[in-house]
């Protein structure tokens, strides 16, 4: 079946078997490899990208689903020269470790932000709830406190 | 005295048509054990898996001036490839991004025999690559003047640019055109007191490529025209393949072949998904010995069933417990830990491509020889015909010190005639583990008149660890003695007590057990530092102290007091319970490395919180402290979690669970909110760091576990209710 969604801002169609998962749509189709798999149950969420904004695990996400939906994947999320709050804390605190689950939090943290500029601990323990087998969870703790500040920094002041 | 390189050892290539230079240099196994193992092979005429010629080291510069420096240790994490930037760098007199590391394919020419692991890398490689760097430099200062028709004195070099009075050359620009190059004796190395860039925590090179989500990694690899491939795997422990009805699969969308080997049946399809599908309409005729559960397994791993090695002794330690049982005097405990899964978030795999007469393989692996020379084998070619690349890691951890998955990929696209991509799944990633073994401890002491310990004894039965690998053949272990990985930290490391022995049970289980990060050492420290903890409290003495006094009086024995007191002092170490927290302490030393940790924990409703770790680190000279922080962060995050959560069962013949959630894992929720790093350096050369950060931590959370309820846990994971 043909599916047409936006990705990264510009739209996309494509002619596949409906149930297949976003994630290998993305990976293998339009050849974008940010988002990972980690165990195609959405028990990890190595594979978490934004559909409409929120945060979704991909590769338990038909891709008929993604129907007329804004898809935002890593590769639009930021770039070196204008990266997204959540990159640029992740720099600055030196987060990754091997790094093939930091995008999945990358992504998580980018949508919690989104929704609340200034997350506490336990905003932060009740929704980053991906894995990291190499321990990185005290410095992304750091990470998101650093990226929400930036957030708030370069908003606009309310009337 | 570090051996100086000769000119011999150098090789030195122009690129085509003189538009640049290669240099590598060669070095020898620095760590001890490898060393003796080589020697070991090299006496005997014993047939061993790895190579034991002298692996090399290339830089190559070409006419961009960009310099790219082949590293034959792997990333997966564990910060190599920015340690060795910068230890070239220094000597090279260039800056951190002049230099691109890239992973050495096999056709460079660059392996090495023993894999990344063992927290080695940096170790390993600091004087040999200091020595490279720095003999390259001179090189190119006595090439430019030449060139500049000056003394080689009168030059200057800063940044990759060779310069003197009003004139200057690049390094790029210096190896133009030039056929024949002198190789000059090594000239003296930096001190540390002008060294740029070691010692400093500079940010990791590859910092950038892992927050914008660059390809990186074994599963974004591809090749031009790549078919997708799976193939069948056991569920159940020890079931061996016999045949397969594949008339359903044939006939799926998608197939493109159906491939049947002697020990396994595979599927190449268009996509991902349609091989998956495929695979699962495959039915598979196993054949299986025995239906397993726990309690076989917990039956086995008992101190007294398997083959006994005693790995450590000093004074009378058996003739003084034995005596002591008799008159009721022996203090005895036993402590269990679980099977335990690597869990790595990158599944194994890789994309294969078997032409004619060369195959490529592009793959995660901590083994680039030893696959490369398991491909050339299956594949009947020469090990010059296979060309393994490898990709940054998803993850490692002892999980790839194998990984003959590249055969099985290599197989079908041999079938095919054309790249296959071919990866595990989660479930056959739970389920074909080589697995951290699961351990039985009993320690026995007997105390005397003076509140120290008199005689103690450490057993321990275990799986193997390093047995049955393919890494180090069983047959090594006659000259080696017992599973070195197994009792890696199960040594006494209180050299002033006057009586110990240490006792490592070996047993052979019915699935792969093989190296988890800092291998038996998280066990055996648990199983140590915990008793010793408990020791203390029946002395009614301070657990700090209590170590510190029996601990001998040399360089280790120092090295050991001066992590310990520094945990201690800078955690504030109480026994006191305060506002409905406790602290507990433990020590360990691996490697070389001393580690000490004082954790902070609470419990609520029978939840075990870890709010605070003090961790103090000897690691020798810290090439960059930031990430010999990073490393102690993650290793007692990944300690913790194994202390807490993590436990593989076996139920009617499976190793389960199969998916995260079910094998519960830290999360970010579980992990401390505050860790605090001290590292004490110690030595003119950098010793290991990867590992022994993990050893304390589990019996610290134990003993703080005890003073805040009064329970003592023997058992990973620690369980209150």
């Not at chain 2, 101190?303 to 203090?331: C, F, N, Y």
Request: glycine residues 8%.
């Amino acid at each position: 079946m043909k599916v047409s969604f936006t990705l990264n801002g510009k739209k996309q169609t494509v002619d596949t078997e409906g149930n297949t998962p976003l994630l290998w749509v993305i990976r293998d189709i339009l050849d974008l490899k940010g988002t990972k798999f980690g165990c195609g149950k959405a028990a990890c969420g190595a594979c978490t990208l934004h559909v409409d904004g929120n945060a979704i695990r991909s590769c338990s996400f038909a891709v008929k689903y993604a129907e007329g939906k804004e898809i935002t994947t890593i590769e639009g999320l930021g770039n070196p020269e204008k990266p997204h709050p959540v990159q640029q804390a992740w720099i600055e605190e030196v987060v990754p470790q091997c790094g093939y689950c930091q995008i999945g939090f990358i992504m998580a943290a980018a949508a919690l932000i989104e929704k609340n500029d200034n997350p506490s601990d336990e905003d932060i323990d009740q929704n980053i709830v991906n894995i990291c087998r190499c321990g990185t969870y005290y410095r992304m703790r750091k990470a998101i406190h650093r990226a929400a500040e930036i957030k708030r920094s370069t908003q606009t002041p309310k009337a | 005295m570090a051996k100086k390189f000769s000119r011999r050892k150098f090789i030195v290539r122009s690129l085509l048509g003189g538009t640049g230079l290669l240099i590598g240099g060669t070095f020898l196994a620095r760590n001890s054990i490898r060393r003796s193992l080589y020697q070991i092979v090299n006496a005997g005429e014993m047939p061993y898996d790895g190579d034991t010629n002298d692996p090399r080291l290339w830089f190559e510069i070409n006419d961009t001036n960009q310099i790219t420096f082949y590293s034959p240790k792997v990333e997966m994490g564990q910060g190599t490839f920015t340690g060795l930037v910068q230890i070239a760098a220094e000597e090279l007199e260039v800056e951190i991004e002049q230099i691109n590391v890239v992973h050495a394919p096999t056709k460079s020419g660059v392996i090495d025999g023993l894999s990344t692991g063992g927290s080695t890398s940096i170790s390993s490689l600091w004087q040999p690559l200091r020595e490279l760097a720095a003999t390259l430099r001179e090189m190119l200062v006595i090439e430019a003047a030449n060139q500049l028709g000056m003394d080689a004195k009168q030059l200057k070099v800063e940044k990759g640019v060779v310069s003197g009075g009003s004139t200057s050359l690049t390094y790029g620009e210096i190896v133009q055109g030039v056929e024949n190059w002198e190789v000059p004796d090594t000239p003296p190395l930096k001190e540390a007191k002008d060294f740029k860039y070691i010692g400093k925590g500079i940010s990791r090179v590859d910092l950038k490529a892992k927050v914008f989500g660059e390809p990186i990694f074994g599963l974004d690899a591809q090749m031009p025209d790549m078919l997708y491939g799976d193939v069948v795997r056991p569920s159940k422990i020890g079931a061996t393949y016999l045949s397969a009805d594949t008339s359903k699969a044939e006939k799926m969308p998608g197939v493109v072949k159906i491939v049947k080997e002697k020990d396994f049946v595979g599927v190449v399809a268009r996509s991902r998904m349609e091989a998956h599908n495929a695979k699962k309409a495959i039915k598979v005729e196993w054949k299986t010995e025995k239906n397993w559960q726990s309690k076989d397994i917990e039956a086995l791993i008992q101190v007294g069933e398997g083959d006994p090695m005693v790995i450590q002794t000093q004074g009378s330690a058996k003739s003084i417990l034995s005596k002591a049982e008799e008159a009721g005097e022996e203090i005895r405990s036993e402590y269990t830990s679980p099977i335990g899964a690597h869990a790595q978030l990158e599944p194994n795999g890789a994309v294969a491509y078997v032409e004619k007469d060369k195959a490529t393989i592009m793959m995660s692996t901590q083994v680039i020889n030893m696959t490369r020379d398991e491909v050339a084998d299956c594949l009947g070619m020469r090990a010059d015909q296979v060309n393994i690349i490898p990709t940054y890691l998803g993850g490692g951890f002892g999980r790839r010190l194998h990984t003959p998955n590249a055969i099985q990929a290599a197989l079908l696209s041999k079938a095919v005639g054309k790249p296959v991509k071919c990866f595990f799944d989660r479930k056959e990633e739970f389920q074909n583990d080589t697995f951290r073994p699961p351990t039985h401890h009993v320690m026995k002491a007997k105390l005397n008149a003076d509140g120290l310990i008199e005689a103690i004894e450490h057993n321990v039965s275990s799986g193997d660890v390093m047995y049955g690998s393919a890494l180090l053949p069983g047959y090594l272990q006659t000259v080696l003695g017992s599973d070195v990985g197994a009792w890696r930290g199960g040594m006494i490391q209180y050299g002033k007590i006057p009586n110990f022995r240490a006792i490592s049970w070996r047993v052979k289980l019915p699935f792969a057990t093989s190296w988890w990060r800092s291998l038996g050492l998280l066990a055996n420290t648990f199983a140590i530092e915990s008793f010793l903890d408990e020791l203390a409290i029946r002395l009614k003495k301070d657990p700090v102290q209590f170590r510190l006094d029996q601990i001998q009086d040399d360089k280790a024995g120092d090295r050991l007091k001066k992590v310990i007191k520094s945990a201690a002092d800078n955690a504030g170490y109480t026994d006191e319970v305060k506002n409905g927290r406790a602290m507990g302490f433990a020590a360990s030393t691996d490697a070389n490395t001393p580690v000490a940790h004082v954790a902070e924990v609470s419990v609520e409703n029978n939840e075990i919180k870890v709010h605070k770790v003090t961790c103090a680190i000897d690691p020798g000279l810290a090439v960059n402290p930031d990430q010999v922080k990073a490393q102690s962060e993650g290793a007692i995050i990944m300690g913790l979690s194994a202390a807490l959560y993590e436990r593989m069962y076996v139920e009617d013949g499976e190793l389960r669970p199969i998916i995260y959630g079910p094998y519960q894992m830290a999360l970010m929720k579980n992990a401390p909110k505050e860790i605090d790093v001290l590292i004490l350096e110690n030595a003119d050369a950098p010793g290991a760091v990867g590992e022994p950060p993990m050893g304390p931590i589990a019996a610290a959370i134990a003993n703080a576990v005890f003073r805040l309820t009064g329970k003592r846990l023997r058992d990973l994971p620690l369980k209150l209710s």
